[in-house]
């Protein structure tokens, strides 16, 4: 018998990254997992890659009408849900005085809009005992550059963990936050050039008390723990950054 046999979990943004490879752990581990992205392709190619326990639901993470029709979709492919990691997000490197209305706006409906209405709508779903997990990062801690706006996003989810846990307590629901540092998880390949990207990981890994960058494995088995595992904790952020933002 698998870890997670007979338990139901979907994951936002689980095409790529974080979201991919959490979705592999707890398929692996015997749970159903419906996963969301906004791309078809990169849609069926991680369905392809993660096998039949995988159901894969294109959905605009930002559109509360595309919210409101997953949960439909949940409900008829899962019934009820164990677990909620809310996971689908954009960053936005961009310097504070050349920060556009229009990118502000994008990463604030994507990153904190999206989240909000994501729990409400599938929250009913959710079982007593359940756990939602939402990805912040370090950024709401630490003051850094080109990374204002995301940044800001990103300390709205952590103060909604807070908010969630205690509103969704009565229902036997507990909400915790996992909090990224510099994880090689392939974002940065597709927002800057080669040699940019290998100047930047460089950077990362020796800015980590750890001296490396961290892997998309070590976010999954946090994100797995706070979902099933950690039951007397809610309203809790964990850090995943090799000490990054603690010492």
């Known amino acids: 018998m698998g870890q997670y046999d007979g338990k139901n979990v979907v994951i936002t943004g689980g095409s790529s990254g974080f979201g991919f490879t959490t979705a592999a752990l707890l398929a692996t581990g015997g749970a159903r997992v419906l996963i969301t992205g906004r791309d078809q392709s990169r849609l069926d190619a991680a369905k392809a890659k993660l096998g039949d326990n995988v159901i894969a639901v294109r959905s605009d993470a930002s ?6 029709d997953l949960a439909d979709r949940v409900k008829s492919e899962l019934g009820t849900v164990d677990a909620l990691f809310v996971n689908a997000g954009i960053n936005g490197f961009a310097p504070f005085e050349g920060t556009s209305e229009e990118l502000y706006d994008e990463i604030q409906r994507v990153n904190a809009k999206g989240p909000y209405f994501t729990v409400q709508k599938l929250a009913p779903l ?6 939602i997990v939402l990805t912040t990062s370090v950024a709401n801690v630490l003051g850094l550059p080109m990374l204002s706006a995301y940044a800001a996003s990103k300390a709205a989810l952590r103060s909604m963990t807070r908010s969630l846990a205690r509103e ?18 392939g974002i940065l390949e597709k927002s800057m050039p080669a ?44 850090p995943v950054d090799g000490g990054g933002s603690q010492i």
């Open 63 to 68: 559109s509360v009408a595309e919210i409101e």
């Open 126 to 131: 959710l079982t007593s005992g359940a756990g």
């Open 168 to 185: 969704l307590l009565p229902a036997g629901i507990r909400v915790n936050a996992i909090s990224p540092g510099p994880i090689d998880s």
């Open 195 to 238: 040699e940019q990207t290998q100047q930047m990981k460089t950077h990362m890994a020796a800015d980590s008390p750890m001296q490396r960058m961290g892997t998309t494995e070590e976010v999954a088995k946090g994100v797995a723990f706070l979902a099933f595992e950690a039951t007397f904790t809610t309203g809790a952020e964990l």
